[in-house]
């Protein structure tokens, strides 16, 4: 069975910073999906960002970037110019092909600080 | 606004109730999925469905009990729970690629369903 490591429970930045959440997973396939989601307080599961695995190119969406290894099973999320609003739980995240087994992992709380 | 809703927001039942949490999705979808959040714990994958048809169960008590009647609507029917099955019940729908086998997978949650057994 596919599983989601997140090492970090807590972490925290200042404004403008950069921060870097790690996270490491578990599987014998070769194609799948992975993601980040947060989840702030209001308890909404927000997807921030998703990479297929059999693309080379880490994904990247305005301030949230990737860094996806495949060989290492690694997938860690850099967040640039973090700001007040990304304060969050984030959640790591792997998907099977068509969606049959759809994992995450325990979740890294992210304050960032004024 | 994701696409995927859940009703019920909130729900407070007693442990002699039947009552059913609603998920829909009108996002062209084909799998569903129930998630049970608790305090302190990971995420836990209750159940499954892909193309209407369940393809996990996890082991769920079976005072939980699914229903997927179509690709859009996905149930979780609940019977004579017990305290411990408060939670934030989560319900997501994905769609694989439909740009080629791996493009452009998407998957994204309603806002929950927080369960109180009283």
């Known amino acids: 069975a596919q599983t989601v490591t997140q090492s970090q429970p807590e972490m925290s930045v200042q404004e403008a910073e950069t921060v870097t959440l790690s996270c490491t997973y578990d599987?014998?396939?070769?194609?799948?999906?992975l993601f980040w989601y947060k989840q702030p307080p209001s308890r909404q599961m927000i997807l921030v960002i998703r990479?297929?695995?059999?693309?080379?190119q880490n994904a990247t969406e305005n301030r949230f970037s990737v860094n996806f290894q495949k060989a290492a099973k690694s997938f860690s999320l850099k967040i640039s110019d973090s700001q007040l609003g990304d304060t969050a739980m984030y959640f790591c995240?792997?998907?099977?092909?068509?969606?049959?087994?759809?994992?995450f992992g325990p979740g890294t709380r992210l304050s960032v600080l004024p | 606004e994701t696409g995927v809703t859940q009703t019920p927001r909130h729900l407070v039942m007693g442990m002699t109730n039947k009552k059913s949490l609603k998920c829909e999705q009108h996002?062209?979808?084909?799998?569903m999925y129930w998630y049970k959040q608790s305090a302190k714990k990971p995420l836990e994958l209750m159940f499954v469905?892909?193309?209407?048809?369940?393809?996990e169960n996890n082991s769920v008590p079976s005072r939980f009990s699914p229903e997927c009647p179509n690709s859009s609507h996905l149930f979780l029917h609940l019977h004579t729970l017990q305290p411990e099955d408060s939670a934030l019940y989560l319900c997501?729908?994905?769609?694989?690629?439909?740009?080629?086998?791996?493009?452009?997978?998407?998957?994204?949650f309603g806002q929950g369903t927080r369960l109180t057994v009283v």
């Open positions: 996002l062209g979808h084909n799998a």
């Open positions: 469905y892909n193309f209407k048809e369940q393809t």
């Open positions: 599987t014998s396939e070769s194609n799948y999906y």
């Open positions: 995240a792997f998907m099977s092909p068509r969606g049959q087994n759809f994992v």
């Open positions: 990479q297929e695995a059999y693309k080379q």
């Open positions: 997501a729908s994905s769609q694989e690629g439909r740009t080629g086998p791996f493009g452009n997978t998407e998957a994204f």
